[in-house]
């Protein structure tokens, strides 16, 4: 298997535009988490998805931040209008919700800054 | 508060030292511990897991629970220098399917 797949692994935008990460779960997991990593803060969990349905959007930061799974492959991160305090690094992680329940596999990151 | 709590260093050591990298967390529902590594500019990976308190051993690695304690030991014998990586701790309680709790992670550098 491929593992986890994000694009952009880069991104440089400069502050209001949109911004749209997108991540390709391991075929067969059924749970996908988007996380938020800065030195500030660490790992943060913005939202995971079950099924492709939201359970937990809690630590989505707010309003200008949204995500979708329209399907059990894919899944986007949205930010608009984006801010310099975004940049960050941006991991989508997957895990199969019927095997032992501590596993994720993570993405190798989306290199997100904001000028 | 957070929930959990780790030093995020840096901690350097010589080749072959022994290391103790730790958390600590206030939340007493939390019955999955796991240790993730990761190295620069890559996505954590799951390095060992224990459910609730004792030992677990795999190698040179040695995880650590003391629930009354609410804390959490990662050991590494015979350190090297492969071993330099952010490692950071996780946990969930049994009743939550889906979300861990991470430290901010411990930066190690083992020297030659």
């Known amino acids: 298997d491929a593992g986890v797949i994000q694009s952009p692994r880069h991104e440089v935008t400069e502050m209001g535009q949109e911004v749209t990460l997108r991540c390709k779960p391991i075929?067969?997991?059924?749970?996908l988490f988007w996380y938020r990593q800065t030195m500030m803060r660490g790992l943060e969990l913005l939202i995971y998805?079950?099924?492709?349905?939201?359970?937990?959007d809690s630590g989505m930061p707010e309003d200008r931040f949204s995500a979708k799974m329209p399907n059990a492959s894919f899944s986007t991160l949205k930010i608009q209008p984006s801010e310099p305090r975004d940049s960050a690094v941006y991991f989508c992680?997957?895990?199969?919700?019927?095997?032992?329940?501590?596993?994720?596999?993570f993405g190798p990151g989306t290199r997100l800054t904001v000028t | 508060q957070k929930e959990v709590e780790q030093d995020p260093g840096p901690l350097s050591v010589p080749e072959g030292a022994i290391v103790s990298l730790n958390c600590t967390y206030s939340?007493?529902?939390?019955?999955?511990f796991m240790w993730y590594r990761q190295y620069s500019r890559k996505g954590p990976e799951l390095l060992m897991y224990?459910?609730?308190?004792g030992n677990k051993e795999d190698g040179r690695f040695t995880a650590q629970v003391d629930k009354s304690s609410k804390y959490i030991s990662l050991f590494i014998r015979d350190s090297q220098p492969s071993d330099s990586a952010t490692y950071l701790c996780a946990m969930r309680q049994a009743s939550n399917t889906g979300k861990l709790i991470f430290g901010q992670g411990t930066t190690l550098q083992v020297k030659p």
């Open positions: 075929s067969g997991h059924d749970y």
């Open positions: 998805f079950n099924n492709n349905v939201p359970i937990d």
């Open positions: 224990t459910y609730s308190s």
């Open positions: 939340n007493s529902a939390f019955q999955y």
């Open positions: 992680a997957s895990r199969d919700g019927g095997r032992a329940s501590y596993e994720q596999y």
